[in-house]
């Protein structure tokens, strides 16, 4: 199933999410495909815990829709299909607009520093063709954003959604990576010129447009996932 074996030190009490951490992760790397089934045994004997919090594990990644049951009740990756990235990208979009609107009137001269320093590494990166940093650093950019504001409940729900993010992003590879620095920048000129309008669209825009590119990508390929 998985080549290396990678050995977990954490407490009891989050044992099982950093299994499903690490079974995401797997996920999002390629290490584990669409459709493939997932056992208990075989997740413990890979990460060194029991197969309790595996089983956990599974649960977890089952409410969060990365992991299905098959029709003998197997844990399986989820296979998704044109609905579910769509339905994705939506809810994202709009989380993410009320994101803008609520950190608009918060964001720091620090805030704006740091978010051009992940554009110029998002640009170093492109520039060496790694691929794989520059979608790490869009993740990081959007979590940097969310931080701005101070409304706990609506960053929960973002976190809660970025595994089904991260999944899209693996689905749906390649992107418009190449692209990034460019439009993330212009996500910050939106946030600097304090117009909340311009700014809510301008993270529509950059999420839907994307997202229905790489979806129609996908669809001219496979009809489904």
Known sequence: MLAESHQLHVTATTLSDHVADAILDAIVAGELACGQR???????????????PAREAFLILHRKRILDRDTSRSFVVARWNRQDLLEIAQVRAALEALVVELAIAEVSPEDIDHLESIVMQMEGALSRGDHERLVQLDSQFHSSLWRIQDNTRLSQMLEDLNAQVRYFMRITRPGDELDYPSTHRELISALQSGDINRAKAEIREHILSTAMRAIARLDSTVPTV
């Open 38 to 52: 997932l056992t208990a045994a075989g997740v413990a004997d890979w990460l060194g815990v029991s197969r309790a």
